[in-house]
Nanobody
């Protein structure tokens, strides 16, 4: 059974940084694109970042470009989200997700393109 487990969330002041980690177990994801999505209170879940199976291509939402970086370690079966210059509007539950399709041509940037999800980790940014 595929499992994704996020860690690294917490409370931080505006302007601060956090690094989220996601470990995959039960299957390897070396041929699958991975992503981070988030859901703020009262809002729909939205795309944040995605990284290609080989790590050579990434896609970031406009709202986080220049502040967030996504990376992966295919030996450890893990994906990371480095978040810098955090803003209160970044407050949300952050989810790690994986696409079932292997060797995708295009990066998955919509919720319906992800098949496996973690439980989420809370990130709270205070003013």
């Amino acid at each position: 059974q595929v499992q994704l487990a996020e860690s690294g969330g917490g409370l931080v002041q505006a302007g601060g940084s956090l690094r989220l980690s996601c470990a995959a177990s039960g299957d390897t994801f070396r041929a699958n694109d991975l992503g981070w999505l988030r859901q703020a209170p009262g809002k729909e879940r939205e795309f944040v970042a995605a990284i290609k199976w080989d790590g050579r291509s990434t896609n970031l939402a406009d709202s986080v470009k220049g502040r967030f970086t996504i990376s992966r370690d295919n030996i450890r079966n893990a994906v990371y989200l480095q978040m810098n210059s955090l803003k209160p509007e970044d407050t949300a539950v952050y989810y790690c997700a994986a696409s079932r399709r292997k060797y995708r041509i295009t990066l998955p940037t919509t919720i319906d393109q992800y098949d496996y999800w973690g439980q989420g980790t809370q990130v709270t940014v205070s003013p």
